[in-house]
C-alpha cells in the first residue's frame, strides 16, 4: 500500500510556471513507476506525463511535451510536474499515480494508487 498526497497547485497567469509535488508513502518509493494525469471541468481525466522507477525514462502528452518536466527524488519519495508556458487549457485538477512496475505506464487503467488532487487554474 502506499499513499500520495499532492501539492503546489494554485491560480497562475498564462505562461506563468508552478510545480507540483506529489509525497509518497513507503520505503519502497523506487520500486514505484509514477505518472501525472490532468481532468479538467466536464472532460475526461487525460495523462500528462510518466517517469519510470529509475527516473531515467520519461514520456509526456503531446499537448504537454516541451512545456511540463517529470522528475523523481527517490530519497525524498517525492515526484514533481515542473509546469511552464502555462496555458489556460492547462487549467485542471491534476492527479498523482503510482504502480510497481519497471516500465513507462500511460494509461489510466494501468494505476492502482492515486492522490486526492491539487487544482491548477491558470487565468490573467
Known amino acids: 500500500q502506499v499513499q500520495l498526497v499532492e501539492s503546489g497547485g494554485g491560480l497562475v497567469q498564462p505562461g506563468g510556471s508552478l510545480r507540483l509535488s506529489c509525497a509518497a508513502s513507503?520505503?519502497?518509493?523506487?520500486?514505484?513507476?509514477m505518472g501525472w494525469f490532468r481532468q479538467a471541468p466536464g472532460k475526461e481525466r487525460e495523462f500528462a506525463a510518466a517517469?519510470?522507477?529509475?527516473?531515467?525514462?520519461?514520456y509526456y502528452a503531446d499537448s504537454v511535451k516541451g512545456r511540463f518536466t517529470i522528475s523523481r527524488d527517490n530519497a525524498k519519495n517525492t515526484v514533481y510536474l515542473q509546469m511552464n508556458s502555462l496555458k489556460p487549457e492547462d487549467t485542471a485538477v491534476y492527479y498523482c499515480?503510482?504502480?510497481?512496475?519497471?516500465?513507462?505506464?500511460?494509461?489510466?487503467?494501468?494505476?492502482?494508487?492515486w492522490g486526492q488532487g491539487t487544482q491548477v487554474t491558470v487565468s490573467s
Open positions: 517517469i519510470s522507477w529509475s527516473g531515467g525514462s520519461t
Open positions: 499515480a503510482a504502480r510497481r512496475g519497471s516500465y513507462l505506464y500511460t494509461k489510466e487503467y494501468e494505476y492502482n494508487y
Open positions: 513507503g520505503r519502497t518509493f523506487s520500486s514505484y513507476a
